[in-house]
């Protein structure tokens, strides 16, 4: 199973940006996935979740300003930016908990390698 994020890049404060995060791989089910983001010398913080049933959960920072989604078809979750500010400047990773034809009953917690986003001021 991989987990595959694209979309980040380089924006100007105030602008938008689309993240993509595609899961592939022998899947039986995904349960929560979500969006995490790490910016240099900062811990690892949640961004925003979202269940199977599409109830969403978005760190206080982003409210109102992020909307994650997701296409269970295609085992994929996306993160749509929106006025971006230059705190938002982090490396964000997708992570989703999948059920695999091999481990059947069990969910294990995947990471992506994450994409960069950049936001000037």
């Known amino acids: 199973v991989q987990l595959q994020a694209s979309g980040g890049g380089l924006v100007q404060a105030g602008g938008s940006l689309r993240v993509s995060c595609a899961a592939s791989?022998?899947?039986?089910?995904?349960?929560?996935m979500g969006w995490y983001r790490q910016a240099p010398g900062n811990q690892r913080e949640m961004v925003a979740e979202?269940?199977?049933?599409?109830?969403?959960t978005y760190a206080d920072p982003v409210k109102g300003r992020f909307t994650i989604s997701r296409d269970n078809t295609r085992n994929m979750a996306y993160l749509q930016m929106n006025s971006l500010k230059p705190e938002d400047t982090a490396v964000y990773y997708c992570n989703a908990d999948i059920q695999t034809y091999s481990l059947r009953g069990f969910y294990r917690d995947y990471w992506g390698r994450g994409t960069l986003v950049t936001v000037s001021s």
């Open positions: 791989g022998s899947i039986l089910s995904i349960n929560n």
């Open positions: 979202i269940t199977s049933g599409g109830t969403t």
